[in-house]
């Protein structure tokens, strides 16, 4: 199946800082969902980009579909921006199941 | 963006029971669910698709007799973990695909479960 990698695993920031979040992933992709996992454990969708470039506030992504990555911008990073970062895939063909990558951990400090 | 809840969010129970939980769809039909697992500090693992009016498919490795999926109706499934153990302890989560011309994927807040 599909292999879906992150990096960073681990981020620590000082608030107000930028930080780029990479997903890699090993085949063609329909679907892309950048989700951030609260303390409480319920996922956030950010964003749904299989490609192209939004925009939302602080956060935006970019996805390059033919080079099989997708990027994460977090600007002005806040406390409340801490926690887990997954971006997840389904390729062509799987029925819109999601593949995770192994998630970026964020943590943001005053 | 979809509204999906589960319940009960949190449950302990003895080694040997079962425990079911519901996954709904507030706000819009749903013919496919999907149920994932995720271990303390590791990413989320597909178990099974849940399929309105037929049986669930299930991911490699799940064991189909012991995670009962029933989709009952088009607002609601529920994942029964029959004679639970120990190792079964984990949090689950649901979600519902958007009905419509893209394919993004809301969760339901996920349910913690504790085996003694």
């Known amino acids: 199946g599909i292999q879906v990698e992150q990096s960073p695993p681990d981020l620590i920031l000082q608030e107000g800082a930028n930080s780029t979040l990479r997903c890699n992933f090993s085949d063609s992709v329909n679907n892309l969902q950048w989700f951030h996992q609260n303390p409480w454990g319920q996922l956030i969708n950010l964003f749904y980009i299989p490609s192209g470039t939004k925009q939302n506030g602080r956060l935006s992504a970019t996805t390059v579909a033919t080079e099989r990555y997708s990027l994460l911008y977090i600007s002005s990073s806040q406390t409340t921006d801490s926690g887990v970062y997954f971006c997840?895939?389904?390729?062509?063909?799987?029925?819109?199941?999601?593949?995770f990558g192994t998630g970026t951990r964020l943590q943001v400090t005053l | 963006g979809a509204v999906v809840s589960q319940h009960p969010s949190r449950v302990i129970c003895k080694s040997g029971t079962s425990v079911k939980i519901e996954c709904r769809s507030l706000d819009f039909q749903a013919t496919t669910m999907f149920w994932y697992r995720q271990f303390p500090k590791q990413s989320l693992m597909l178990m099974a698709t849940s399929n309105e009016g037929s049986k669930a498919t299930y991911e490699q490795g799940v064991e189909k007799d012991k995670f009962l999926i029933n989709h009952a109706s088009l607002t609601l499934s529920t994942l029964t973990v029959t004679s639970a153990h120990p190792e079964d302890s984990s949090f689950y989560i649901c979600?519902?695909?958007?009905?419509?011309?893209?394919?993004?994927?809301?969760f339901g807040p996920g349910t913690r479960l504790t085996v003694l």
């Open positions: 997840a895939v389904s390729s062509t063909g799987t029925a819109s199941k999601l593949t």
């Open positions: 979600s519902v695909p958007r009905q419509s011309s893209t394919l993004e994927q809301f």
